[in-house]
């Protein structure tokens, strides 16, 4: 399902305005912070808190994932894409896989995980950052669950953006393999007003045993109730298990568009990624 939505308070407004670090908001009594990266310290990103995606990875994408583009600098996670040339050590001459019957990569970018290290099932997830929103660009700030293949699994893109849209989905599997069934809500960027992309915004998911509801500056965009999700006989239940969190900068490939005419680098700048659980 796909929504197209015109969200004309996402314009301006407090929590989209300011510059890298905005005052922190009172915390809510009823939620109790269980962890955050706030990006203190300069340097690579905390290895405690995240791993990375390596090579061609998924959507026939055209960067090249690796962990030396993404870096911490002035209390910013700073995820940069390059036009740069790179040799893929996995081509195949003549292979029918896209992975393989490309002899390099001609952009790279960075593609954080918590996999493996930390997963949580319900809480609000938070981001604060800004986004590039130029020809090409893929930025998306999303969840996986920890079993089930995709997208049995469940997947939630509390921020996606390509082709001038912002995004706010869900993801679950469908009676046939590897085909998801989707709620999506679609933005246009044209919507929200002149130089909202040059300012940082604050995404959210509260996700609890009843809902996912996205929202971008307390605004929400798509809401999803669990019940809807279910499957008789799946393996999984998506969202009713732990999942990882994914910060990652794709270029190009399915969706992404074309980005040959952009000047490069290009970068996804987060402030800050916080999740907190109900208080008990």
Known sequence: MVKLVLVAALVGGVAAAGGPRAPDEPQDAAWRLVWADEFDSDGPPDPQNWTYEHGFVRNEELQWYQA???SVR?????????RE???NPRHVPGSREWSERRAHADYTSASLMTKGLH???????EMRARIDTREGMWPAFWTLGVDGEWPEGGEIDIM?????MLLANVAWGSSRRFVPTWDSVRTRMADLGPGWADRFHIWRMDWDEREIRLSVDGRVLNTTRLSETVRPGRPTDPFRQSHYLLLSLAIGGTNGGDPSKTTFPARFEV???????RAR
């Open 119 to 125: 997963a949580w099932q319900f809480g609000r997830f």
């Open 74 to 82: 002035e209390g910013i996670l700073v995820i940069e894409a390059r």
């Open 160 to 164: 996606e953006y390509y082709r001038a």
């Open 68 to 70: 030396r583009n993404a």
């Open 85 to 87: 040339r790179v040799p």
């Open 271 to 277: 402030d800050y990624v916080r999740v907190s659980q």
